[in-house]
Structures are given as structure tokens and as C-alpha cells.
Nanobody
Framework: QVQLVESGGGLVQAGGSLSLSCAAS????????MAWFRQAPEKEREFVAG????????LYADSVKGRFTISRDNGKNTVYLQMNSLKPEDTAVYYC???????????????????WGRGTQVTVSS
């Protein structure tokens, strides 16, 4: 049974930092492109950052470029999202996703992911 479990969310002031983790089990992470999506209240789920299955490329939403960094540790079956210079508009539930052999521009599309976590809340106060 595949599980993706996010952790590291919380409440932080604007300008602060948070580090999210996504622990995967039941799959071989090095075959999966990984991504973070987020969903704010009454908004659609949106792509935040992705990393290809072979780690060769990363992709970021324009709104987080230069502030967020995605990384992966296949040995620990874990993906990370380092979030710096947080803004109130970053407030959302953040979801981790795994897509078999997903890479490149496909990283931004929800339809390219096979598994999803349940999410972790990130709240940025002004």
C-alpha cells in the first residue's frame, strides 16, 4: 500500500521559513517524479514545485521561484520543500504527489500523478 505523509506545516509570520517533508512508503521513490501542490480555501489546487524522477530537473511556479526549493533523498524515500520569505498568500494546505516517471514540463499537471498525500496546513500571518 502506497502512502505519502506530509509533515512540517504550521503557523509562521510573514518573512519566515518552513521546511516540509513528504515520507513515502510502498513505492520505489527513484522511479517517481515528485511534486508539491497547494490549495487555499475556495481555490483550485495549484502546482508549487516538482522534481523529476531522476532528479535531473526541477520546476517551480512563478509565484514561489527564488523562495522555495524542492529536493529529494531517495535513500530516505523523502522529498522536501524548503520555503523561505513566506508571504500570507502562501497560506494553504500543501500536498505531496508522486507520479511514475514524471519529469520536465509534465511535473506541473495533477493528471501526471498517481499518488497523493493528505496534506499539511501552512499558515502565514501578516
Amino acid at each position: 500500500q502506497v502512502q505519502l505523509v506530509e509533515s512540517g506545516g504550521g503557523l509562521v509570520q510573514a518573512g519566515g521559513s518552513l521546511s516540509l517533508s513528504c515520507a513515502a512508503s510502498g513505492l520505489t521513490l527513484n522511479r517517481y517524479g515528485m511534486a508539491w501542490f497547494r490549495q487555499a480555501p475556495e481555490k483550485e489546487r495549484e502546482f508549487v514545485a516538482g522534481i523529476s524522477w531522476n532528479g535531473g530537473s526541477t520546476l517551480y511556479a512563478d509565484s514561489v521561484k527564488g523562495r522555495f526549493t524542492i529536493s529529494r533523498d531517495n535513500g530516505k524515500n523523502t522529498v522536501y520543500l524548503q520555503m523561505n520569505s513566506l508571504k500570507p498568500e502562501d497560506t494553504a494546505v500543501y500536498y505531496c504527489a508522486a507520479g511514475l516517471l514524471t519529469s520536465g514540463s509534465d511535473l506541473r499537471y495533477t493528471r501526471r500523478y498517481n499518488y497523493w498525500g493528505r496534506g499539511t496546513q501552512v499558515t502565514v500571518s501578516s
